[in-house]
């Protein structure tokens, strides 16, 4: 009896109509391996050890965290013909994007995606970043970056314009939005391969 008592006083704490999962730090203050599949509203400090995942976590205020791992996943794109376009999709969605050129005649350019759609998929407020590493794995060519509409292109502090890749070269592309029809790409790291 006791313990059925415990449980249903714990699923109280956690539980306030209309508000998904709540933690109020005075009751409850340290967890381990959290899994949201809801909303969190944590009120005060917390501290979770292990795992905290979730779809879709939202934390306000400052996240201290002894050993921080953002993201993953890789895309891979290849370029056909002189033009290969990154969607916001695969900006937003991974953080390594291997491109193969293939062309070794002419230009070979590569769009980065307009500001809107940037916008409607992963940068929602104005502030929010989004980095990325943009690797040429082509061994003989290079690559022209260039930005789409509203979407500002920034080389170690130069406005606008393109930035050329060599061969089996990277870039660390850091977007920020500025409003909600703008968007920085801003490249501050260049790495050779």
Do not use: W
Not at 45 to 74: C, E, K, N, P
Not at 98 to 105: G, I, R, S, Y
Not at 144 to 151: D, E, L, P, S, V
């Amino acid at each position: 009896m006791l313990l059925v008592l415990l449980v249903v006083g714990l699923v109280g704490l956690f539980r306030r109509p209309g508000l998904g999962a709540y933690i109020d730090s005075g009751q409850v203050s340290r967890f381990t391996d959290v899994n949201i599949t809801n909303d969190l509203v944590v009120d005060g400090a917390t501290t979770i050890t292990g795992a905290l995942s979730g779809t879709g976590l939202t934390l306000t205020g400052d996240l201290v965290s002894s050993d921080f791992i953002q993201g993953g996943g890789v895309t891979t794109l290849t370029q056909t013909g002189t033009t290969t376009t990154a969607t916001a999709a695969q900006i937003c969605d991974t953080h390594l994007i291997n491109l193969t050129v293939t062309n070794a005649t002419g230009t070979n350019t590569t769009l980065l995606p307009a500001a809107a759609d940037l916008v409607a998929d992963c940068l929602t407020v104005n502030g929010q970043t989004k980095q990325v590493v943009l690797r040429n794995t082509g061994s003989a060519t290079s690559t022209t970056i260039t930005a789409n509409t509203g979407t500002v292109l920034n080389k170690s502090g130069d406005t606008g314009g393109t930035v050329t890749m060599a061969a089996t070269s990277s870039v660390i592309i850091d977007f920020v939005r500025l409003s909600a029809t703008a968007v920085e790409a801003n490249i501050n790291y260049f790495i050779a391969n």
